[in-house]
């Protein structure tokens, strides 16, 4: 069965780091892209980022160029969005995707990992 | 890059057909045939409903269907009924490499 399972929940305070993690079963990890999708509360879908785990090769979307690091470790399977000094702003749902099957839809979703901001 | 252009809301009763648009530019939705459709509850992740435009993924209704004009795509919802209700939202691959939504749909159902 395909799956992908985020880590869990998190609270943390401003200026503090954090890596949240997407670990991939039941297909071939460095075959499909990997996507990055922000939702702040009570707002629409927003991307993020992509990456390729089987080259590592990532894209950030404008908004999020510098703010955040995208990265995969394909020995394990799982893919990491990390932050090094966490805004209350960055207070949302965050979901990985994946394209398996497909060259540009994303067809299977994690469950999700909300991140909360606040001093 | 900013965000492709979707109606706030659409509303239709049951049994209607609705149609959301998704308008963006010659840069996305009017250079690729990748434009998706997600659909979105609360509390739950977006669902795939339909790829490259028009095609339907494995176990998708076919009271979903999608086209594409120019710049805009449109996603139709036929024989609506009480568990369309949801948010919907169309992305698209754009000449960044990158990818880019659509600012979503409430879709009520009457």
């Known amino acids: 069965e395909v799956q992908l399972v985020q880590s869990g929940a998190e609270v943390k305070k401003p200026g503090e780091s954090l890596k949240i993690s997407c670990k991939g079963s039941?297909?071939?990890?460095?075959?499909?892209?990997i996507g990055w999708v922000r939702q702040m509360p009570g707002k629409g879908l927003e991307w993020m980022g992509i990456?390729?785990?089987?080259?590592?090769?990532?894209r950030y979307s404008p908004s999020f160029q510098g703010q955040v690091t995208i990265s995969a470790d394909k020995s394990i399977s799982t893919a990491h969005l990390q932050w090094i000094s966490l805004k209350a702003s960055d207070t949302a749902m965050y979901y990985c995707a994946s394209a398996i099957g497909y060259r540009s839809a994303w067809s299977y979703w994690g469950q999700g990992t909300l991140v909360t901001v606040s001093s | 890059q900013s965000a492709l252009t979707q109606p706030a809301s659409l509303s239709g009763s049951p049994g209607q057909s609705i149609t959301i648009s998704c308008t963006g530019t010659?840069?996305?939705?009017?250079?690729?045939?990748?434009v998706s459709w997600y659909q979105q509850h609360p509390g739950k992740a977006p669902k795939l409903m339909i790829y490259d435009v028009s095609n339907r993924p494995s176990g998708v209704s076919n009271r979903f269907s999608g086209s594409k004009s120019g710049n805009t795509a449109s996603l139709t919802i036929s024989g609506l009924q009480a568990e369309d209700e949801a948010d919907y939202y169309c992305t698209s691959f754009t000449s960044s490499g990158t990818y880019v939504f659509g600012t979503g749909t409430q879709v009520t159902v009457l």
């Open positions: 990456i390729n785990p089987g080259d590592s090769d990532t």
């Open positions: 010659s840069s996305d939705v009017g250079a690729y045939n990748y």
């Open positions: 039941g297909y071939s990890f460095t075959t499909y892209w």
